[in-house]
């Protein structure tokens, strides 16, 4: 669980850049997948040479797991309340910042952390900057009751926002269900684009079935984009300014 991840130049260049965020005393998000496993141990890495007594919440099971074996203190977010910072990777970045999320189907949790932090800031590799975002699936989490009929009715939602494509169960390799940490199911729209993502935002957010999908509209601040050179450019969100 501890082993470094594979090295990979632009993952590190934005995991070293956000680690510099980072003050004495402060209460973080830790994100969930690749990249932000990456920050998790460059974080491990200064807070084992300078202390800086950090409380840190986790958007996973994974994540929890990989930072306490790291030596950082991990607490439920509920004890720490509100936190300063969250760090997270993301599936894409559009020039407004807003994301898609949940490749590793950790957005619930993810959500619910970058939404309780002062600030909310995205590490990622530049294959994630899109101009406009859908070219991923986007994940949505669905409680396991009725999951069928969620289905249809986001289906049904898509014909209205002309985007009709199908919503596919997340399976694992064995083929039964991808279970999130809550014990809900995913269900993945390959929409290709997403020309108004509020209105679909809006659409899957009315649906019972639906806890919650992918899109992360207006809550990143900013993003760090590493490049394979080893270098790293922050993005900030263009209507925020
Ligand atoms: C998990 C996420 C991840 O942040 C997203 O999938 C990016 O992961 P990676 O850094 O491995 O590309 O949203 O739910």
């Known amino acids: 669980m501890t082993d470094q991840p594979v090295f990979d130049p632009a993952k590190d260049a934005a995991a070293l850049a956000a680690v510099k965020l980072v003050q004495p005393g402060m209460k973080l998000g830790l994100g969930t997948g690749s990249t932000a496993n990456v920050f998790v141990h460059r974080l491990a890495e200064r807070a084992a ?3 800086l007594a950090l ?4 958007t996973s099971k994974a ?4 930072a306490a074996s790291l030596g950082l203190r991990v607490e439920p977010l509920d004890e720490l309340g509100w936190l300063d910072l969250t760090i997270d990777g993301a ?6 910042l807003n994301l898609i999320k949940g490749g590793g189907g950790a957005h619930l949790r993810e959500k619910i952390v970058a939404c309780a932090s002062d600030r909310m800031v ?3 590799d530049q294959s994630k900057v899109v101009e406009q ?4 699936h986007l994940p949505v989490e669905v409680v396991p009751f009725g999951w069928q009929v969620t289905q249809a009715l ?3 939602g898509l014909d209205g926002l002309e985007l009709s494509q199908r919503p596919i169960l997340r399976r694992l390799r064995d083929d039964a269900p991808f279970l999130t940490d809550e014990g809900n199911l995913i269900l993945d729209l390959s929409l290709e684009a997403i020309p108004d993502p509020q209105a679909l935002a809006l659409m899957l957010s009315r649906i019972p079935g639906v806890v919650e999908h992918g899109l992360f509209l207006g809550i990143c601040e900013m993003a760090i984009i590493g490049r394979d050179d080893g270098s790293s450019v922050e ?4 209507v925020t300014q």
Do not use: H, N, S, W
């Not at 409380?55 to 986790?58: D, F, I, V």
């Not at 994540?63 to 990989?66: D, I, K, M, R, V």
């Not at 975002?133 to 991923?136: D, I």
């Open 154 to 156: 986001i289906r049904k």
């Open 49 to 51: 040479v300078e202390g």
């Open 235 to 238: 993005l900030v969100a263009e």
């Open 91 to 96: 599936d894409e970045v559009d020039p407004d």
């Open 122 to 124: 995205v590490i990622a």
């Open 63 to 66: 994540t929890a797991e990989l």
């Open 133 to 136: 975002l859908g070219a991923f």
């Open 55 to 58: 409380r840190c919440a986790a």
